[in-house]
């Protein structure tokens, strides 16, 4: 099959694979209303399911999902968003479905193709496109996980490069489209006092945590075929370590970012079942889908080293969890202590060293610690925080914002070919041989061998809302 040539310019329609799923229903349909109101949006949309659906259906889909959001507040921007609206419903394995969706496409020279679907399909599709002459002059968004291990991220990276090329190709992941995540780029390159100190020379460890107060809610099956090192850390929280340790760029462009990025996964040394901690949260057993003797871990805490210049020796602490104490996503950079201890209470092993804090979720904030003198003779003092920012609510939501990126060619928020692989390379290792999951209490911060992985540095950060700290 003749490989098409990288698309320009804008996208003249999105075709969206999965109209009938619950990724539509919940973020999908608010995401191109927004879109529509936002002026963002006014190409033909093409809702494509194996549903034997009509036009009708699909705007009811659309409204039923806009009101359960409670986004509708524009009822022209509502009645414009539906006219856009097409509907193409067949067996994604049957070519005559591929020929009415060119049929409703009605000579779009550039369409982008969504797949919103199962990762099973996903091969599936993209022959479709193929096959159909539907790739020419398109682009390709295609939702996580890419792949489940390396084996099968290389080869579904086989089929989207046979059909389209590396720079048609978008792999969404909602969590590179929030603001906090952005603006982690943004705080380590545009300010100047941060570059010094941001290396070994500086920096004793890292850790990242992404904790969520609730289980699995009713999507026990999907869990059982993932798992948290799959679902989250491989990807979410991989791409953070990306952000912070990431040299700069050299020149303006996500195409500097993305080979900036790459060299961070390639730089990451492989998991050792030593170095991951699997927990399951109790009663996850009895979760509608979950196995009776299900080994899939609900948590996962793990100990990563990147064999680069800046951060050799430097270890990564990472974790994620359901079911936990809060739900919050926070960087901790701490640094090494001064080299002599001139004051009792801040020499090595007395509270926390000086350290950088990044608040993602659910309010976003940076803040800066540092030691402070209390009033009087004697030489001791506190650590306090300084806010460096308290964001409000981002203007766009994620989806749209990254659906908004992939229909103007725009890659700088998606990931590429050869860091999703060299991601995959690193835990590929112990996506089978691990330890089993040791169970840990609803409501807590996971199980105790999760500390032990971090005993040698303190222990672990633990999230506290906002509210408490100020």
């Given at each position: 099959m003749t490989q098409t040539k990288g698309s320009e310019g804008r996208s003249d329609a999105l075709v969206f694979f999965g109209a009938s799923g619950d990724l539509a229903r919940k973020m999908i349909f608010p995401a191109l209303y927004a879109m529509v109101k936002h002026g963002t949006l006014n190409i033909p949309v093409v809702g494509v399911s194996a549903e034997n659906w009509d036009l009708r259906d699909l705007h009811r889909r659309a409204t039923d999902s806009l009101k359960q959001s409670g986004a509708i507040d524009d009822r022209r921007a509502l009645r414009r968003f539906l006219s856009l609206l097409r509907y193409v419903g067949g067996d994604y394995r049957d070519h005559s479905t591929f020929l009415a969706l060119k049929a409703a496409l009605a000579g779009a020279r550039q369409p982008a193709h969504y797949l919103a679907i199962p990762p099973s399909l996903f091969a599936t599709v993209i022959r479709g496109l193929g096959a159909?002459?539907?790739?020419?002059?398109?682009?390709?968004?295609?939702?996580?996980?890419?792949?489940?291990?390396?084996?099968?991220?290389?080869?579904?990276?086989?089929?989207?490069?046979?059909?389209?090329?590396?720079?048609?190709?978008f792999r969404i992941d909602h969590f590179l489209g929030k603001e906090a995540i952005m603006n982690i780029l943004y705080f380590r390159f545009a300010n100047s006092?941060?570059?010094?100190?941001?290396?070994?020379?500086?920096?004793?460890?890292?850790?990242?945590?992404?904790?969520?107060?609730?289980?699995?809610?009713?999507?026990?099956?999907?869990?059982?075929?993932?798992?948290c090192l799959r679902d989250v850390i491989e990807n979410h929280l991989f791409q953070i370590v990306a952000l912070l340790a990431m040299e700069p760029p050299a020149y303006q462009g996500y195409g500097a970012v993305h080979v900036e990025k790459a060299?961070?996964?390639?730089?990451?040394?492989?998991?050792?079942?030593?170095?991951?901690?699997?927990?399951?949260?109790?009663?996850?057993?009895?979760?509608?889908?979950?196995?009776?003797?299900?080994?899939?871990?609900?948590?996962?805490?793990l100990r990563l080293f990147i064999d680069s210049w800046r951060w050799a020796g430097v270890p990564w602490y990472l974790r994620s969890g359901k079911c936990?104490?809060?739900?919050?996503?926070?960087?901790?950079?701490?640094?090494?202590?001064?080299?002599?201890?001139?004051?009792?209470?801040?020499?090595?092993?007395?509270?926390?060293?000086?350290?950088?804090?990044?608040?993602?979720?659910p309010s976003s904030s940076v803040a800066m610690a540092a030691r402070v003198k209390r009033p009087g003779k004697e030489f001791v003092g506190d650590q306090q925080e300084l806010y460096l920012l308290e964001a409000e609510l981002a203007h766009e939501s994620p989806y749209e914002r990254l659906l908004t990126d992939a229909l103007s060619g725009n890659g700088a928020l998606f990931s590429r070919e050869d860091a999703v692989e060299a991601a995959w390379a690193v835990v590929d290792p112990v996506l089978r041989r691990h330890r089993r999951v040791e169970p840990y209490r609803r409501g807590s911060w996971g199980p105790k061998q999760a500390d032990a992985l971090i005993a040698a540095?303190?222990?672990?950060?633990?999230?506290?809302?906002?509210?408490?700290?100020r």
């Open positions: 159909s002459d539907l790739s020419e002059g398109a682009r390709l968004i295609v939702e996580k996980p890419f792949g489940r291990d390396l084996a099968s991220a290389r080869a579904l990276n086989r089929v989207a490069r046979s059909v389209f090329p590396e720079d048609s190709i006092f941060l570059e010094p100190i941001w290396n070994r020379n500086h920096v004793a460890s890292i850790q990242i945590t992404l904790s969520e107060n609730f289980g699995v809610a009713g999507r026990g099956a999907f869990y059982e075929s993932a798992g060299k961070v996964f390639e730089a990451m040394r492989p998991l050792k079942p030593a170095d991951v901690v699997r927990g399951q949260y109790q009663g996850y057993r009895r979760e509608p889908g979950v196995a009776k003797n299900s080994d899939v871990e609900t948590f996962c805490a936990m104490a809060e739900t919050a996503a926070e960087v901790m950079v701490e640094l090494k202590p001064p080299p002599q201890s001139l004051f009792d209470d801040s020499r090595p092993g007395v509270g926390r060293a000086n350290y950088v804090r990044f608040r993602l979720s540095d303190g222990g672990w950060h633990n999230p506290l809302p906002e509210r408490v700290r």
